[in-house]
Nanobody, 128 residues
Framework: QVQLVESGGGLVQPGGSLRLSCVASAASRAFSSMGWFRQAPGKEREAVACISSFDGDDSTYYSDSAKGRFSISVDTANNAVHLQMDSLEPEDTGAYHC???????????????????WGKGTLVTVSS
């Protein structure tokens, strides 16, 4: 069974930055994409960003709210995915879950049929 361990969450003021990281177990190499989802209180799950885990494939997905502010990157050698979040807003608050899946499109586009594994999450709070 694949295990995902997220880190990097915390409390940050509006306009600040955070870098989230997720390390997957060795079995994650069987998956084609990695990504981040957000679950905010009282709101539906949202795909934030996804990226292909194949070397040479630069496919990515960003939600409208993440475009221009967030950047996802993958470290295939270490089975890791990172999410650099800049210009954070209170609306970015929530639990950020790392995920593994099939294609970027299938995993990050609703209804996320390509998602195969889900981490426990790291909490991000944007507040002054």
């Amino acid at each position: 069974q694949v295990q995902l361990v997220e880190s990097g969450g915390g409390l940050v003021q509006p306009g600040g930055s955070l870098r989230l990281s997720c390390v997957a177990s060795a079995a994650s190499r069987a998956f084609s994409s990695m990504g981040w989802f957000r679950q905010a209180p009282g709101k539906e799950r949202e795909a934030v960003a996804c990226i292909s885990s194949f070397d040479g494939d630069d496919s990515t997905y960003y939600s409208d709210s993440a475009k221009g502010r967030f950047s996802i990157s993958v470290d295939t050698a270490n089975n890791a995915v990172h999410l650099q979040m800049d210009s954070l807003e209170p609306e970015d608050t929530g639990a950020y879950h790392c995920a593994l899946g099939t294609t970027v499109q299938a995993m990050c586009s609703f209804p996320w049929i390509g998602m195969r594994s889900w981490g426990k999450g790291t909490l991000v709070t944007v507040s002054s």
